[in-house]
């Protein structure tokens, strides 16, 4: 069976409220929930950026259900540290925790003054990383490593009796064709075009094992209208493709980009309705498709009434379905 989680946006609510609402999410019946993990937010009107693992821990010791989160691991995260800190997760919260790793945006990394490398390299080091925080999971000792980052005498000692899961966070089937070499699962985000579809098949074709998991943006309110102005002023400036998406370095320069996006543009980015029933089957048709864990983003800023509505009519319907 599916299960359907909520998706955490730190870029758009302020750490406690985002608190609240996540135990709010597993009051109303979701069975699971995942967070992001920014510096900065896309746009000056989403206005928040919290430190996802400080607000992970709170998370978890005040629910019971699974909470998982995309990181970086490579320029802002050292591998080591993004093993340390992910290991004290799962060793606090056995079974409860999972990450994906990402190679990264500008946005969230350019504040360490490092030099941003090309996609190619991202990925490389992606990889690299990826191997350096599973030995650590493991119990290995890493004496020394040297590449695209370096690892000097790194041990961990608190660690969960069994690893955590290692996805991959994939927006094209090529970027799904190489985790599938590493990762333990993998999540992707509703497209245009139903890319999603792709990205996964390319994922298990190229040998990729674990969960397949979707993260879908979606806004709902009273009237059609209301939703899509929630959707236009919170998520035009995420409707870019690389290299914008990845090579921007600040909501500034999101924002002055997103200025000519349309209100159909993001229409193709964010599933808008206000009709329960019509979400619901979106939804459904998606999960059909082979992903084992949903994520439903209401792209709004005041949660309550997505949360409570999903737990009256959405939820038990996709669960019927």
């Not at 591998?79 to 079974?95: D, E, K, N, S, W």
């Not at 999101?254 to 349309?262: E, Q």
Request: hydrophobic share 40%; aromatic share 8%; net charge negative.
């Amino acid at each position: 069976m599916t299960a359907y989680g909520f998706h955490a946006s730190q870029e758009q609510i302020a750490p406690a409220q985002l608190l609240l609402d996540v135990q709010h999410a597993e009051t109303v019946g979701f069975d699971c929930a995942m967070s992001s993990d920014h510096f900065m937010p896309w746009s000056e009107r989403q206005g928040h950026s919290g430190f996802t693992l400080s607000w992970l821990g709170a998370a978890l010791a005040t629910t019971s259900f699974p909470i998982g989160s995309v990181i970086a691991p490579g320029q802002r995260y050292h591998p080591a540290i993004v093993a340390q800190a992910t290991a004290t997760l799962g060793a606090m919260f056995p079974g409860r925790y999972w990450t994906a790793l990402g190679a990264g945006q500008a946005m969230n990394e350019h504040v360490t003054g490092d030099k941003w490398l090309d996609r190619d390299t991202r990925r490389r080091r992606l990889q690299e990383c990826a191997q350096i925080i599973s030995r650590l999971h493991r119990g290995e000792r890493i004496h020394s490593h040297h590449g695209l980052v370096d690892v000097e005498d790194a041990y961990l000692y608190d660690r969960p009796d069994q690893p955590i899961p290692l996805y991959a966070t994939c927006l094209s089937a090529e970027a799904a064709g190489r985790a599938a070499d590493w990762a333990e699962g993998m999540i992707t985000l509703n497209q245009p075009g139903n890319v999603q579809g792709d990205v996964l098949t390319a994922y298990r074709e190229a040998g990729g094992r674990g969960p397949a998991m979707l993260q879908i943006h979606l806004s709902w309110a009273q009237t059609y209208a209301q939703a899509e102005d929630i959707a236009h002023d919170q998520w035009r400036t995420n409707v870019f493709g690389p290299p914008l998406d990845q090579d921007l370095p600040t909501p500034e320069h999101f924002d002055s980009a997103a200025v000519g996006v349309t209100r159909a543009t993001v229409g193709e980015a964010v599933w808008i309705s206000q009709h329960p029933g019509q979400l619901a089957e979106w939804i459904a048709g998606s999960a059909e498709t082979g992903f084992e864990q949903v994520y439903l983003h209401h792209v709004g800023q005041d949660q309550r009434p997505w949360l409570d509505l999903a737990g009256e009519a959405i939820l038990p319907e996709l669960r019927a379905v």
